[in-house]
């Protein structure tokens, strides 16, 4: 699978390559037509503006012209008949010298009209209008309102001496704050409209420079910016599909997976696999190593996973400490079983960390399509079902079996019968002797429980205590065999004063915040001391809720119970934890009892546990000796208490006694 990935990291990267070049050619041309209607715009609002300021320049410039004008015209102007020739040659000098008129060669450069409000000609350059009455122009009405105009035209009224556009200016006649007439004026633009057109040009210029300049600038800006979203959009992509911790597909893709391979193999007429792995008290490898390095526990797991598959099963990490892989085309359900087989042999290899390795166990279901189920969540459901049942009957992989379906509906039954077992008192006790090395003095016992059932005969505590934990009702168990152990220990006690009783408690008893007042005030019903109940836990239990248990513990060490830690070695505690728990006595487990003659490591855990007791002050007693050779081993390495098939299996409280009355002593040669 990750061959495959990193396969189309590779392709994804060319097709990614291909698809930033025209990104960047689709920039280009979207980013230029708007620069270009922005530089069109500019052009023109700055031809505008330029033209508009330099006809408002010459309009004040004429204005003073004008005013020259006026004050001639009213030097005695008859303004009904207009300038006699002669005041008409005194303006004309005012006139030639702003429009540069040479009056002399009859070159005219400029068009000057001066009409009195009711359109009578006051003054002409075209001295044949003088005198006359003509109608006003509309920008003269314009400048009798005292408004000054100025603009440039194409064409001029009457004869004039020039080709080309004209600027147009008309000027209100003013005297004495009053407008007593308007002044028009046509001048060639010429050399002025080259002028203007030139500054107007080199605006534009600079302004087409800036744009192009920007537009250089900002290209390769928005190319890498987009560049980086889209890697990051396919960052995300991945990130919704991939597991984040592991990298492997999450539940999407996977869902995603299985439904494509359900679909082909419909159409193709195959099988389909589907695994279910989980991997067994995960909790407490979390627990004792931390969350990091059950996170990287996690991760090589995957690895190794991944490892024992093909490249076209898909591996996903469900959530938590629980895998699925997707086999297409499989044979049948045994070689998807083979698979799961060889993804369990692949976690054999001890995971190292720091100084501790670990050896994760792990449960697997198989179902496969279509014979369990052609539907997705009907095929999770059943491979599920498979892996709890591997995980019950500890068979590490299991095939779907409809047949064990209506294991279920049995289990529920149980359930109910447990129930009404407790209520008639089915829920029995017997107790296995606990003796003292070497010499085989039976100092207490441990009181196993047993279900008398009506039809079944007596079940031992692993037919029923799993469905009583997951029907809540180890606590009514507990409760049950507390009392009776109390119960007999009272009678023990009468014939051997310092004998002791030791009750197994269930990972939810530690949880229970209840339990040592329950605890006691059975003692005190049964008025038997605190130091003749010994309780009984596993690492397991306590690693459910380390901190609850241990003050759970601390509580009961106060009231001067003891307590043991069961099945010791069975579990991943570290050896800190021991030193920190109120632990009396550390319970061997019998795994590691059982071989101590022919296997020198397991005789050498066995000794360092008992060296450990030692050191830490903890009784340590030896589980499952079943053989005199053991129990002598066991003697001369320093071991202080056992118990086991060799000294007697668990029996009925008369047995223990009947042993008590007869001697303290179990026959040893
Ligand atoms: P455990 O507490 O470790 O109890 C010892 C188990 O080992 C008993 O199995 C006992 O019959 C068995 N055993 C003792 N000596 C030998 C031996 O020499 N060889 C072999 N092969 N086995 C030996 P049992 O009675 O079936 O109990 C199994 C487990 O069930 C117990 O293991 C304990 O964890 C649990 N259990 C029993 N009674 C209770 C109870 O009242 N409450 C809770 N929570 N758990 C209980
Ligand atoms: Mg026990
Ligand atoms: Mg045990």
Avoid at 135 to 155: D, E, K
Avoid at 259 to 271: F, I
Avoid at 272 to 294: C, I, M, P, Y
Avoid at 328 to 348: G, I, K
Wanted: glycine fraction near 8%.
């Amino acid at each position: 699978m990750l061959t495959r990935r990193r396969g189309s990291d590779s392709s994804a990267t060319g097709v990614g390559n291909r698809r930033d070049v025209g990104l960047a050619r689709q920039f280009a041309v979207l980013s230029l037509v708007p620069m270009l209607v922005l530089g069109i715009a500019l052009g023109f609002t700055v031809r505008h503006i330029i033209t508009a300021r330099f006809l408002d320049s010459y309009g004040r410039t004429d204005e003073l012209t004008v005013d020259a004008m006026a004050s001639t015209l009213l030097a005695g102007v008859d303004l009904n008949q207009g300038t006699t020739s002669a005041q008409a040659r005194h303006i004309d000098s005012v006139v030639a010298n702003f429009y540069r008129i040479d009056f002399g060669t009859g070159s005219t450069q400029a068009l000057v009209t001066a009409w009195s409000p009711n359109g009578n000609v006051l003054y002409s350059t075209d001295t044949a209008l003088i005198g006359k009455t003509e109608s006003l122009p509309p920008t003269a009405r314009v400048a009798l309102t005292g408004t000054v105009t100025s603009t440039i035209v194409s064409s001029v009224p009457g004869a004039h001496g020039w080709k080309g556009a004209s600027i147009q200016s008309t000027i209100p006649l003013s005297l004495g704050g009053h407008v007593i007439g308007a002044v028009e004026s046509y001048s060639p633009l010429g050399t002025l409209g080259a002028a203007i057109s030139h500054g107007v040009f080199q605006v534009e210029l600079v302004l087409v420079l800036g744009l192009l300049l920007l537009w250089a600038v900002l290209f390769p800006i928005v190319i890498r910016a987009s560049q980086r979203l889209r890697r990051q959009a396919e960052e995300n992509e991945r990130l919704a599909l991939s597991d984040a911790l592991t990298g492997l597909a999450n539940r999407t893709l996977f869902h995603d997976r299985l439904q494509l391979a359900l679909s082909e193999a419909n159409k193709l007429d195959e099988r389909v696999g589907l695994l279910v792995l989980d991997l067994d008290r995960f909790k407490e490898v979390n627990d004792t190593l931390g969350h990091a390095q059950g996170d990287r526990l996690l991760c090589e797991i995957g690895e190794r996973l991944r490892g024992a598959l093909r490249d076209t099963d898909t591996l996903a990490r469900l959530g938590g400490d629980e895998f699925a892989v997707v086999l297409p085309n499989v044979h049948d359900a045994e070689s998807a079983a083979d698979v799961a087989r060889r993804m369990l042999a692949a976690l054999e290899q001890p995971f190292a960390f720091d100084e501790l390795s670990v050896t994760p166990q792990a449960s697997v279901g198989v179902a496969v399509c279509p014979d369990d189920g052609r539907d997705l969540d009907q095929l999770l459901s059943r491979a599920d079902q498979a892996m709890y049942e591997a995980k019950h009957t500890r068979g590490r992989v299991s095939i779907y079996d409809s047949h064990k379906d209506t294991a279920s509906i049995g289990r529920l039954a149980l359930v109910t019968e447990l129930r009404r077992g407790l209520n008639r008192g089915e829920i029995l006790c017997h107790f296995q002797p606990i003796a003292r090395l070497p010499e085989g003095e039976v100092q207490g016992a441990e009181a196993l429980v047993r279900w008398q059932h009506p039809s079944r005969g007596l079940l031992a505590p692993g037919e029923f205590l799993d469905v009583a934990e997951q029907a809540g009702l180890m606590r009514a168990i507990t409760d049950r065999v507390l009392e009776l152990a109390l119960t007999h220990c009272r009678t023990w006690r009468e014939c051997k004063p310092d004998f002791f009783v030791s009750v197994n408690l269930s990972g939810e008893s530690l949880r229970d915040a209840t339990l040592p007042d329950v605890v006691a005030r059975a003692l005190q019903r049964h008025e038997v001391p605190a130091s003749a109940l010994e309780l009984e836990i596993t690492e397991g239990a306590i690693l459910s809720d380390p901190l609850q248990a241990k003050s759970l513990l601390a509580r009961l060490q106060l009231l001067g119970v003891s307590v043991a830690l069961d099945d010791f070695g069975t579990g991943y505690s570290s050896l800190s934890y021991l030193a920190q728990l109120p632990v009396h006595k550390i319970k061997i487990d019998r795994s590691f009892v059982a071989d101590i003659l022919s296997n020198p490591v397991d005789e050498t855990i066995v000794a360092a546990v008992i060296d450990l007791g030692r050191r830490l002050d903890m009784a340590v007693l030896a589980e499952g000796v079943e053989s005199q050779q053991v129990w002598e081993r066991l003697a001369r390495l320093g071991c202080v208490q056992a118990q086991g098939f060799y000294l007697s299996r668990p029996v009925r409280p008369e047995e223990i006694g009947a042993m008590l009355e007869a001697t303290a002593l179990f026959p040893l040669p």
